[in-house]
C-alpha cells in the first residue's frame, strides 16, 4: 500500500488521470490526499469532481478556496463572475445537488499518525499545534454540515481578523480559520495574515514571511503537506512538502509519496500540454 499526495487540481482532469497512470495508483490498496481547489480554472471541473467522489473511501481531500467557493455559488451566497464561469457547467449539472453535498462534508484538515503527517489546503498558523490545528478546522467543518452552512458560506468572505486569538468568537472566528487553512501565505512577524502578497516568497517586502518559516511552529517535527501557492513551486523537506506546481497555468502536476525516509516525486505536464 502506498500513499500519494498531489497538489492543486483546478479542473485539470486530463493531466491527473495521466498522474495517476504514471504512478500506477491502485484504488484498492494505494490512498490519494489531494490538496484541495479540485475546481475552477481548468476545464473540466465536473469531470474532476464526479472521479474523485468515486473514487470512495481510497482518496482523502481538504476543502480549498476555489470549493468554498464553489459551495457558496452553489447556496446562492454569492454571484457568479468571469473568474468562475469555468464552474457553470458544474454548477448546471443533474447531479450538482449531489456533488456539493459530498464538498461540504469534506475536512479542511487531515492527520495521519502513523505517517505523522498533516494535510491542509494552504498551511496551519504558527502558533497551532497539529491538535488545535484539526480543533479549529472541525469548527469550520461542523458549521459546513450543520443546518445553516450558507451562512458561513455567505459571512467567509473578508481579510478580517488578521491576528489570532483564542477569544474570537462567531462568524469573525470561523472566518480567521477558513482564511489560515484556505488562504493564507505570508504572515507580518506579530503573526498577521497578509493577503496583499500573492508571489514568490522572496519578492514581498520587508517584514512578511511564510507562514512556515516561523521559529518553534507548535506542529514541530511533524510534517505538513500543502498546496495553494502556485509561486512557491515544489519543496520536499522532511517537514514540508509544497505541492501547488501551477498545473492549471502550463507547468506540472505533481504527486509525492509519502514514504517517511525516501518520499519520491513524480510530475506529468500541465494542461496547455492536454489543451494541444
Keep these: 500500500m502506498a500513499t500519494y499526495a498531489i497538489g492543486?487540481?483546478?479542473?485539470?482532469?486530463?493531466?491527473?488521470?495521466?498522474?495517476?497512470?504514471?504512478?500506477?495508483?491502485?484504488?484498492?490498496?494505494d490512498r490519494l490526499w489531494?490538496?484541495?481547489?479540485?475546481?475552477?480554472?481548468?476545464?473540466?471541473?465536473?469531470?474532476?469532481?464526479?472521479?474523485?467522489?468515486?473514487?470512495?473511501?481510497?482518496?482523502?481531500?481538504?476543502?480549498?478556496?476555489?470549493?468554498?467557493?464553489?459551495?457558496?455559488?452553489?447556496?446562492?451566497?454569492?454571484?457568479?463572475?468571469?473568474?468562475?464561469?469555468?464552474?457553470?457547467?458544474?454548477?448546471?449539472?443533474?447531479?450538482?445537488?449531489?456533488?456539493?453535498?459530498?464538498?461540504?462534508?469534506?475536512?479542511?484538515?487531515?492527520?495521519?499518525?502513523?505517517?505523522?503527517?498533516?494535510?491542509?489546503?494552504?498551511?496551519?498558523?504558527?502558533?497551532?499545534?497539529?491538535?488545535?490545528?484539526?480543533?479549529?478546522?472541525a469548527e469550520v467543518e461542523a458549521a459546513l454540515q450543520g443546518k445553516k452552512f450558507e451562512t458561513l458560506l455567505e459571512k467567509m468572505y473578508g481579510n478580517t481578523p488578521r491576528r489570532w486569538s483564542g477569544k474570537l468568537k462567531g462568524n469573525a472566528r470561523l472566518r480567521f480559520i477558513v482564511n489560515t487553512l484556505t488562504r493564507m501565505r505570508m504572515l507580518t512577524a506579530d503573526m498577521r495574515l497578509n493577503f496583499a502578497h500573492t508571489g514568490a516568497p522572496w519578492r514581498a517586502r520587508k517584514g512578511l514571511k511564510p507562514w512556515f518559516e516561523f521559529d518553534d511552529r507548535a506542529t514541530g517535527d511533524t510534517r505538513v503537506v500543502f498546496g495553494h501557492w502556485s509561486a512557491l513551486g515544489l519543496i520536499v523537506l522532511p517537514e514540508l512538502i509544497s505541492l501547488d506546481t501551477g498545473c492549471v497555468w502550463g507547468r506540472q502536476l505533481t504527486a509525492v509519496r509519502l514514504d517517511k525516509r525516501n518520499p519520491r516525486v513524480f510530475q506529468v505536464a500541465g494542461q496547455q500540454a492536454c489543451d494541444r
Design 8 to 29: 492543486d487540481l483546478q479542473g485539470c482532469y486530463d493531466p491527473f488521470r495521466k498522474l495517476l497512470d504514471q504512478i500506477d495508483f491502485d484504488p484498492a490498496k
Design 34 to 137: 489531494l490538496t484541495g481547489d479540485l475546481v475552477n480554472r481548468g476545464p473540466k471541473s465536473l469531470q474532476l469532481v464526479r472521479f474523485v467522489r468515486g473514487l470512495g473511501d481510497s482518496v482523502i481531500t481538504v476543502l480549498g478556496n476555489h470549493d468554498l467557493h464553489l459551495l457558496a455559488l452553489a447556496s446562492d451566497s454569492t454571484n457568479l463572475n468571469r473568474r468562475f464561469e469555468t464552474l457553470e457547467k458544474l454548477l448546471r449539472a443533474a447531479d450538482c445537488d449531489e456533488l456539493v453535498d459530498w464538498l461540504r462534508r469534506l475536512p479542511l484538515a487531515h492527520y495521519d499518525r502513523k505517517l505523522d503527517t498533516l494535510l491542509v489546503h494552504a498551511g496551519t498558523h504558527p502558533a497551532w499545534s497539529v491538535k488545535k490545528t484539526l480543533a479549529h478546522a
